[in-house]
């Protein structure tokens, strides 16, 4: 198989067998998501010159800025992996961490208000008992496509459900509970909750009901914020979170907060580029952050070397617009990527093994290929473009480098490969100007791919070695080939 380079006069260092390219061993970007309101409505126009990013207290340059994908408009034959995913969401209702008779009466009110849904589709329910257990409700399936078979009503249920809940196991209470005993059974659950988010495309997020954070200290003496300097487990918990690009909104139904428990729900909700919430109706709620999408954008800066010093930094993003309100994480923990992995090798492995056997496409790297039949032969035309803005593209001197894996895989059905995919490794070296096309245009390639009768399914996939991100895009080959059929 053979790639044709669509955007002329980029430069491959090699193309490679599978395993032999030298990934990039730090992290040469923070990439953030944003979302932008006036009052409560989008705004959807603006550009990289209406902000202003700081990363602790120095300035950043933008280096990619777009608006993340809604569901562009397709031509026929063509596909893509963003913008069509629905938004995945796990409502963990935590009496662990609320006083017992808020967190009965916040149980009571959501599972009223999720009855009032119009679907219970991709809003998944658990519940944290007062001794720490998490009980699943309506948990995550094991992967997309394998959903409950109640999946769209549910949440007619869930108030019965909950109650009968209450009653019979949450209410048990472990005696000789410490708080960091409190701490850790909280932050596995949300851990625990993230990873099995991960699976799905989209946005993914916990609304997390409690009272507050818990939290315990460091038994030295500590002068910073707890969040980012005082409290253990937290660096851990951020960093998985921050793995599984989950966004979490905690929430509090307490009548009136005291201004602790506001601001530790502030720091953790926009650790992960999220916000809080008091007593809002949980179906006002999942519609007001189902709202956020429209306004959403994505944007990387890039820190000099001397910024991956293992500790939490804090963000300030400053709109120039007048009225435009910013959301968006203000801070992250600024560890080396080769800190986070257990190996190069393993980790891109590890990434392709999912990529392939996931039911669902990823979409932290976007793919949009339009695809047509190659006249007089058994071969499918694919016109691919990646979404370059989603690649950690590391200045490097005068240019932009980028180490990159991509395959194609042909299926017999939907989740049966045909045969192991031969993996090409390209290292990408990309003048300014060449940097600043494919930001706008995409990195293009053209390829024709032969297919046989038995081949009902062709995976593409796209892997950055940089930060350990795949995207992947199925095409149905009786429809990327319909004169061939």
């Not at 959903?147 to 909950?162: F, N, R, V």
């Not at 008091?278 to 001397?306: F, I, N, R, S, W």
């Amino acid at each position: 198989m053979t790639f044709k380079l669509l955007a002329a006069g980029l430069v491959f260092a090699g193309c490679l067998m599978y395993g032999q390219t030298a990934p990039t061993v730090a992290p040469a970007q923070v990439h953030m998501h944003l979302v932008a309101l006036d009052g409560n409505q989008p705004v959807t126009d603006l550009t990289a010159a209406d902000f202003e990013i700081t990363d602790q207290g120095k300035a950043q340059q933008i280096v990619s800025f777009h608006k993340a994908a809604t569901g562009a408009a397709l031509a026929p034959h063509e596909f893509y992996n963003k913008g069509a995913a629905p938004r995945t969401t796990a409502i963990l209702m935590d009496l662990l961490n609320q006083e017992r008779m808020v967190g009965l009466d916040s149980s009571k009110k959501i599972g009223k208000s999720l009855a009032g849904l119009p679907t219970g589709e991709h809003v998944y329910l658990y519940m944290m008992s007062v001794s720490g257990t998490m009980i699943p409700l309506h948990p995550i399936p094991a992967s997309p496509g394998a959903e409950a078979a109640d999946e769209k009503t549910w949440h007619q249920q869930a108030e019965t459900q909950i109650q009968q809940t209450i009653k019979t196991a949450a209410l048990a209470r472990q005696f000789g509970m410490t708080m960091e005993d409190k701490v850790k059974k909280t932050y596995v659950a949300l851990e625990t909750l993230a990873k099995d988010l991960s699976a799905f495309p989209g946005n993914r997020e916990i609304v997390w009901v409690t009272d507050g954070v818990p939290q315990v200290y460091q038994e030295k003496s500590c002068t910073g914020d707890w969040f980012g300097d005082c409290a253990l487990y937290v660096p851990h918990l951020s960093l998985k979170l921050a793995q599984a690009d989950v966004t979490v909104y905690p929430v509090t139904y307490t009548g009136s907060p005291d201004a602790n428990t506001q601001r530790d729900n502030d720091y953790f909700a926009g650790s992960t580029g999220g916000r809080t919430f008091v007593g809002t109706d949980m179906a006002e709620l999942l519609a007001q952050v189902g709202m956020d999408e429209k306004a959403e954008y994505e944007l990387a800066y890039q820190p000099g070397p001397e910024n991956w010093d293992q500790k939490f930094h804090k963000i300030k993003t400053a709109c120039d617009r007048k009225g435009v309100r910013i959301q968006t994480k203000n801070r992250y923990l600024a560890v080396p990527i080769s800190e986070q992995q257990t190996g190069p090798a393993k980790d891109e492995n590890d990434a392709l093994i999912k990529a392939l056997t996931n039911p669902a496409d990823a979409s932290s790297i976007g793919l949009r290929v339009a695809v047509s039949p190659v006249a007089g032969q058994k071969a499918v035309h694919f016109a691919i473009h990646i979404d370059a803005s989603d690649l950690q593209l590391k200045q490097q001197g005068a240019n932009f480098q980028d180490d990159i894996t991509i395959l194609f895989a042909d299926f017999t059905s939907p989740g049966n490969l045909k045969t192991p995919p031969t993996p090409q490794d390209l290292q990408l070296a990309l003048t300014p100007e060449q940097h600043a096309r494919v930001l706008k245009e995409g990195l293009g390639f053209e390829l024709n791919h032969a297919i046989d009768p038995t081949i009902k399914q062709v995976r593409f996939v796209v892997y950055d070695h940089a930060n350990n991100a795949y995207g992947s895009l199925s095409i149905p080959v009786t429809e990327a080939a319909p004169a061939a059929h």
